[in-house]
């Protein structure tokens, strides 16, 4: 099921069309997006902000679609205007899907996890 859902980037409204996931897409989803943040929150990867990125232009790619009225040729916006426009698609599909509690819960989870692991100090 699509969702249709709308922005507003500068002065220009932007319509989003949103995938709603199946349960097991959302879960999965929630937990990626947990690890790749935690990923990136503690550094414990070289290269984990660029996986971050790549994972949300990858969810952004399969689940997202942006309708822009009145615009012929949507390339000439500019990197400052895309990089909005994407920053808040991406928040419309978390908040869409409801992943905003799993993600949390994962978070906690992992963290626990690397608690529980660390030497003590």
Do not use: C
């Not at 069309?17 to 414990?44: F, Q, Y």
């Not at 309708?67 to 994407?86: K, T």
């Not at 949390?104 to 100090?121: C, D, F, I, K, N």
């Amino acid at each position: 099921m699509w969702i249709e859902s709308s922005v507003t980037v500068g002065d220009r409204p932007v319509g989003l069309n949103i995938e709603r996931l199946d349960d097991d897409g959302r879960e999965k989803t929630a937990a990626v997006l947990a690890w790749l943040t935690l990923e990136v929150l503690t550094g414990a990867t070289p290269h984990a902000m660029s996986m971050w990125h790549d994972y949300a232009a990858e969810i952004l790619r399969q689940h997202v679609s942006f309708v822009i009225a009145d615009q012929a040729d949507p390339e000439h916006l500019g990197s400052a205007w895309w990089s909005e426009a994407v920053g808040y698609a991406l928040v419309e599909f978390v908040r869409h899907n409801e992943l905003a509690r799993s993600i949390t819960r994962h978070l906690e989870t992992m963290r626990g996890a690397r608690v529980g692991v660390l030497p003590e100090s």
